[in-house]
């Protein structure tokens, strides 16, 4: 069956940097649109960044544009996000989910999603 399983979250003070991974099994990965959201305590789920299936275009929330690097290893089924200048804000529960097509700003339109790794950015 399908599974997305995230991790590489942790505590880290304001600055610095993580890098998250999500390892997909149960489908032909090379096949879809991946994506990074994150929700906020208190707050809804927002889509983070959107990777295309061939790796070749990535799309960013203006919050992170320019900090996060999304990526991603066909061969390995694996999809990566590189945090860097983390802030407080940034702090959350960090989900990869997938879809056959799209950016993904819209969350409906995810098929599956990981159980979520937590990113604290605190001094």
């Known amino acids: 069956q399908v599974q997305l399983v995230e991790s590489g979250g942790g505590l880290v003070q304001p600055g610095g940097s993580l890098r998250l991974s999500c390892a997909a099994s149960?489908?032909?990965?090379?096949?879809?649109?991946m994506y990074w959201a994150r929700q906020a305590p208190g707050k809804g789920p927002e889509w983070v960044s959107a990777?295309?299936?061939?790796?070749?275009?990535?799309r960013y929330a203006d919050s992170v544009k320019g900090r996060f690097t999304i990526s991603r290893d066909n061969a390995k089924n694996t999809l990566y996000l590189q945090m860097n200048s983390l802030k407080p804000e940034d702090t959350a529960l960090y989900y990869c989910?997938?879809?056959?097509?799209?950016?993904?700003?819209?969350?409906?339109?995810?098929?599956?999603w990981g159980q979520g790794t937590q990113v604290t950015v605190s001094s």
């Open positions: 989910a997938r879809a056959r097509a799209g950016w993904g700003i819209d969350l409906s339109q995810y098929d599956y």
């Open positions: 149960g489908f032909t990965f090379s096949n879809y649109y």
């Open positions: 990777i295309n299936p061939g790796a070749g275009a990535t």
